[in-house]
């Protein structure tokens, strides 16, 4: 089961890209990435997933590099209701989300 | 449309009793999750449904939680004689084909307190 490595926390300037990086460099080749987010006391929210291509959504965009090894979450214009834990996650059999700690976003004015 | 509801989105309960939790699934996805969320820490897989069938019960943590899903729809999770520690949040989401290509959308789900 592939695991993921992200950074604890970030911050970012409003109105700014932000971009979160993961590495999951023990990822298989049917393996997708995930990235979920969750607002205090709100249940996670899908944002985005990939297996090879770049993919781009009203959320955000999803980099993968070519070797899959690693992705970057950008959410290209911040803004402060974007606060939130990002998780990247690789999903397990049946699709089993294992959260980890996530990435701590914040948004400042 | 409807997303993930679940019920009721507060229980207050005490030591010792049993209670039940529901939830309403996306209407078509065949599979449903549970996660519990105690105070400040992470999401925590409880157990999941493909259809009726749960292959993975694996997070529940014991034999006082049970759940059971019928005709492919709502799902409850029931905790007997209930203890302090199991004061959580409880978190239910549904994918349409609990696969890898298939997100996961999830309810806002339902506090519990244990007394």
């Known amino acids: 089961d592939a695991k993921t490595t992200q950074p604890t926390s970030m911050d970012c300037a409003e109105g700014r890209a932000a971009n979160l990086p993961c590495n999951h460099s023990t990822i298989s080749g049917n393996e997708y990435v995930y990235w979920y987010r969750q607002i205090h006391s709100q249940g996670p929210q899908y944002i985005i997933h990939?297996?090879?291509n770049n993919e781009t959504n009203e959320m955000a965009s999803l980099i993968i590099t070519e070797d899959r090894k690693s992705s970057t979450l950008i959410l290209p214009h911040a803004t402060l209701r974007d606060t939130a834990v990002y998780y990247c996650i690789v999903p397990r059999g049946g699709g089993k989300l294992i959260f980890g700690q996530g990435t701590e976003l914040s948004v400042k004015p | 449309g409807a997303g993930v509801s679940q019920s009721p989105s507060n229980k207050v309960t005490e030591k010792g009793k049993d209670v039940e939790l529901r939830c309403d699934p996306i209407s078509g996805h065949t599979a449903l999750y549970w996660y519990r969320q105690s105070l400040g820490q992470g999401l925590e897989f409880l157990i999941y449904?493909?259809?009726?069938?749960?292959?993975?019960k694996s997070g529940l943590p014991s034999d006082r939680f049970s759940a059971e899903r019928t005709g492919g729809s709502v799902s409850t999770l029931t905790i007997q004689r209930t203890q302090q520690e199991d004061s959580a949040v409880y978190l239910c989401?549904?994918?349409?084909?609990?696969?890898?290509?298939?997100?996961?959308?999830f309810g806002n789900g339902t506090r519990l307190t244990v007394t």
């Open positions: 449904f493909q259809g009726n069938s749960a292959p993975d």
């Open positions: 990939g297996l090879k």
């Open positions: 989401a549904s994918s349409l084909g609990g696969d890898y290509n298939s997100p996961l959308h």
